[in-house]
């Protein structure tokens, strides 16, 4: 399937990732897949901290580094963060029921994707984080109609480049 849109924002510190990451949590609703791909550090679990935060979910948010996956069962919906970064194989997923994860009504948010294709299902809305001092360079693409909805529905926080949508 083609890249239906696509966007770069910039931001710089934690609290402006925290903000984007709510500012985009407000708009996911179930069923929803959400790819988040970046090096080391590069924030991809401080955006989903703030897409939880959007979500109701008012605890920690840690990256399921070693476990994963991690569960939150929310007021309206669940949803599931998924952290392959030490998955050796995409063929793993399957042995930990990763398809039971996709078959209801969840929010799905999964680092390192690309450690998992073939077995994932297809994002709806994919972020790329990358580096670029003093902050981080974020460049979204839709893969469906519902990420390009979500694209254009997310609010210019201030302090954010947003160019149009291409």
């Known amino acids: 399937m083609p890249r239906l849109a696509g966007a770069r924002i910039s931001v710089t ?3 402006a990732m925290v903000s984007l990451g709510e500012a985009l949590g407000r708009l996911l609703g179930a069923p929803f897949v959400l790819y988040i791909d ?3 550090g590069a924030g991809k679990t401080t955006l989903a901290r703030g897409i939880l935060r959007a979500q109701g979910h008012s605890g920690a948010v840690k990256s399921p580094t070693y ?3 991690e569960p939150y069962q929310l007021a309206h919906c669940e949803l599931y963060h998924f952290d392959l970064y030490r998955l050796g194989d995409p063929e793993e997923l ?3 029921g990763i398809r039971d ?3 209801g009504d969840a929010i799905l948010l999964v680092e390192w994707p ?3 294709l073939g077995i994932l299902p297809a994002a709806d809305l994919a972020i790329g984080i990358s580096t670029e001092l ?5 460049s979204f693409e839709a893969w469906s109609q519902r990420g390009v909805e979500c694209l254009q529905q997310l609010p210019i926080e201030s302090g954010l480049e947003w160019p149009r949508l291409e």
């Open 101 to 103: 994860y996709f078959s």
């Open 114 to 116: 690309q450690r998992g």
């Open 94 to 96: 399957e042995f930990m």
């Open 13 to 15: 510190g934690e609290d």
């Open 67 to 69: 476990t994963l996956v």
């Open 38 to 40: 970046g090096e080391l």
């Open 134 to 138: 003093p902050g981080r360079s974020l």
